[in-house]
């Protein structure tokens, strides 16, 4: 595991431990006991689990590396344990919203006291596989800040007085640039991590592949654009999808992008119901829908290493959980690739699969990513929900190819 530049036993690296973990709690903030304790669908998590689970994660991972530390309840261990089966069972995922007790004020309790500890760690001084440990902890922490914000809205879209989570932005002038093809580096191109800083272990080791003549779309499709798909009978063309996406689209029910309302006028957002900015990037779309538009325009999704290579020469510089928009924003102007780095998360033509001579991490970290290596497709380029400390040319998100709940868009790709 990569590890940061900062010496993990300065002032800097509890700043740095206090500041994120404080502004999961500051997210929380207008919420209340109820919101926090709902769970919408099996596949959302309730804020308070997220609160608890990343406290124990530190709890697990760090504090217990101490032969001599015990926690002050163990039981804790089953209920926020997420999914490494080799430390112990655990709660059922479905079921994290029957967990009324321990309550909300146990929680913010309990992550006082983590907090306290793993502060007096780093004052004191650690070595730098804690150091990586803490690190992993704190990326986790935001991983699941951003799932915080999606599974809220998913809570308050199914409410049926779908609530604000905060007040909208005032908007900006809407249009977007001309959409037209950059095209990409041919030959032999490395990608996947390398330097100094984090990185997960799944976006090693740094390794060759083959880029074949191709070019990226310079910006985020549209709502516009993909509202043209939908009148063009796009969810009532079988051609259009992969065999699996279809079967979706009739048995859910799909018309149109999660949130936006029957209307094709409005949609759901974290500021209540909006109008639609028909220039503002289209998002809460799956990798089927994605992959459905992308046919229906006579081009395709862009391959993660494609986006990779041009991502890595562009600086980081995009809407993110930072700017407080917490949407999608149109990109009026701008030379070459726009809206590469947050608005929506990319899905690319890329399965989730290991890179050549992949190792995980040892022990029981190792399940942090390895085993979802199956059944998954790779986004990138973060989105309006992700923190921007939290990204990078080489991060590798992944989810199901149903899954429509994450702020996830479209940039096109086309063969040269």
């Not at 199914?158 to 905060?166: D, E, F, G, I, V």
């Not at 259009?240 to 859910?252: A, E, F, K, M, N």
Request: net charge negative.
């Amino acid at each position: 595991m990569n590890v940061p530049a900062f010496a993990p036993y300065t002032e800097d690296a509890v700043t740095r431990f206090m500041r994120i973990r404080r502004q999961t709690l500051a997210l929380c903030a207008g919420l209340s006991g109820e919101d926090l304790q709902v769970q919408s669908m099996p596949e959302a998590s309730p804020g308070k689990w997220h609160l608890a689970h990343t406290t124990w994660f530190f709890e697990q991972f760090v504090l217990g590396c101490d032969p001599a530390y015990r926690s002050a309840d163990p039981a804790w261990d089953y209920l926020f344990n997420s999914y490494y089966e080799s430390v112990g069972p655990m709660h059922a995922r479905p079921k994290r919203g029957l967990l009324t007790r321990p309550t909300l004020d146990d929680i913010r309790d309990y992550r006082s006291r983590i907090d306290e500890a793993v502060g007096e760690l780093l004052v004191r001084g650690v070595d730098q596989p804690l150091a990586a440990r803490i690190e992993l902890g704190l990326q986790h922490e935001q991983q699941h800040q951003e799932l915080l914000l999606t599974d809220i809205k998913h809570a308050f879209w199914c409410n049926p007085l779908q609530p604000a989570y905060h007040h909208a932005s005032s908007p900006n002038e809407s249009r977007s640039a001309p959409m037209r093809f950059v095209p990409g580096r041919q030959g032999p191109m490395d990608i996947g991590h390398h330097g100094d800083g984090f990185a997960y272990d799944n976006e090693t080791p740094r390794h060759t592949t083959w880029l074949s003549s191709h070019a990226l779309a310079n910006r985020l499709v549209t709502n516009d654009e993909y509202l043209a798909f939908i009148r063009d009978g796009g969810y009532r063309d079988a051609g259009l999808w992969l065999s699996d996406g279809w079967v979706r689209v009739q048995r859910d029910g799909w018309e149109r992008p999660l949130y936006w309302q029957q209307d094709l006028t409005s949609e759901f957002t974290l500021a209540g119901i909006q109008p639609l900015d028909p220039h503002a990037p289209v998002c809460h779309i799956s990798y089927f829908e994605a992959d459905a538009f992308a046919r229906w325009a006579g081009a395709r999704l862009p391959t993660e290493a494609e986006w990779e290579d041009a991502a890595a020469r562009l600086p980081l510089h995009g809407n993110f959980q930072d700017n407080l928009r917490l949407h999608p924003i149109a990109m009026p102007s701008g030379d070459g690739l726009l809206q590469m780095y947050g608005d929506a998360w990319e899905w690319t033509a890329s399965p989730y699969v290991s890179y050549p001579g992949f190792k995980p991490l040892p022990g029981a970290l190792g399940e942090y990513n390895g085993k979802f290596m199956n059944g998954q497709w790779v986004l990138r380029g973060g989105s309006c929900a992700t923190p921007r400390d939290h990204i990078r040319a080489s991060y590798r998100n992944f989810f199901p190819p149903h899954a429509r709940w994450q702020f996830a868009g479209i940039r096109l790709g086309q063969d040269r």
